[in-house]
């Protein structure tokens, strides 16, 4: 009987957080749930007359689309590399600033850095576009006008080079996410126990060595956690990168169309949303089976710490 009441007075006490965990989980089901009943739109051909479950079904036949298309290597390889760069250049900045921003000791400096840091993310792609053609535009851009003539260089078309285009995005993309990475980095390095540092300065160890020796091996699982998330979205492109910045122009397409913008120009001209459909059914298993291939890559290298 005192087992009992004391199971009882557990369950009692584990119902108010339960209760706060209701809110999540509603939206966890309606959000993310309830709409994987469209993955059935990818295997018909929608007649809007006949609504989705009347519609025919038609197989594989949407995706053969993305893979019988002449355009199908470019995209695939764009949006790979583009990742796999993204990738690695962003877990190294973020961690970077991270371990910089924790050298500062001054608070309201350590908040203004943060601040300045974080902005771009917060900026949409939209107004991230304007502004890169603000810098790139043939008649006014800042390029153009003011430090290619300072260095001798003559005007670039940059809206019809296509070579350009794979550096520009990415310093986009690094400079306008790597602020959301390196908050969470910056959480878990402020998270190190400071004795851990001041035993090391004791012993004469360096600031080089302390990172090395405490800072990454601290980091380790946080990296690997945020490394996993983005490979499995590695299939996926960020639309508003690779349509907005280049200002949909057709010259850069060999550089700067990714299976989304692919799919999207396509449902544009062809209406066809069961062919969207396809494109995100195919990302989302192929980025499931990266996840279980790293997570299975970790464990194989360093059991402790695979996720499961």
Do not use: H
């Not at 009943?37 to 519609?55: E, P, T, V, W």
């Not at 298309?69 to 949006?79: E, G, L």
């Not at 993204?86 to 970077?96: D, G, N, Q, Y």
């Not at 969207?276 to 360093?302: C, K, P, T």
């Amino acid at each position: 009987m005192k087992s009992l009441s004391s199971k009882q007075l557990k369950v009692r006490r584990a119902i108010p957080l339960l209760l706060m965990t209701v809110p999540g989980v509603i939206y966890l089901v309606i959000n993310n749930y309830i709409p994987m009943f469209g993955i059935i739109i990818a295997f018909k051909n929608i007649d809007y007359a006949k609504g989705i479950l009347r519609s025919d079904w038609i197989g594989f036949k949407n995706f053969e689309f993305l893979f019988r298309t002449q355009d199908a290597f470019i995209i695939t390889r764009n949006t790979i590399l583009y990742n796999v760069a993204f990738i690695v250049i962003m877990t190294i900045s973020s961690v970077a600033i991270a371990i910089l921003l924790n050298e500062v000791r001054t608070k309201k400096l350590a908040r203004f850095y943060q601040s300045v840091v974080l902005l771009p993310f917060l900026i949409s792609m939209v107004i991230v576009g304007y502004l890169v053609f603000s810098l790139l535009s043939l008649e006014t851009g800042m390029m153009n006008k003011s430090i290619l003539p300072a260095l001798g260089i003559p005007d670039i078309q940059w809206y019809s080079e296509p070579k350009f285009w794979p550096f520009i995005l990415t310093t986009v993309n690094v400079w306008k996410n790597t602020g959301y990475f390196c908050v969470i980095y910056y959480a878990a390095v402020i998270g190190i126990d400071r004795e851990m540092y001041e035993a090391a300065e004791i012993d004469g160890a360096s600031k080089w060595q302390q990172i090395l020796r405490i800072t990454m091996p601290m980091l380790k699982q946080v990296i690997i956690v945020m490394t996993m998330i983005q490979i499995g979205r590695i299939f996926y492109a960020d639309f508003g990168l690779f349509y907005q910045v280049p200002m949909n122009a057709g010259a850069l397409s060999s550089t700067t169309n990714v299976i989304d913008t692919y799919v999207y120009r396509a449902l544009l001209n062809l209406g066809d949303i069961s062919m969207a459909s396809a494109a995100g059914v195919y990302q989302s298993i192929v980025g499931f089976l990266l996840v279980i291939s790293a997570n299975a890559f970790i464990r194989r290298i360093d059991p402790e710490n695979a996720l499961f």
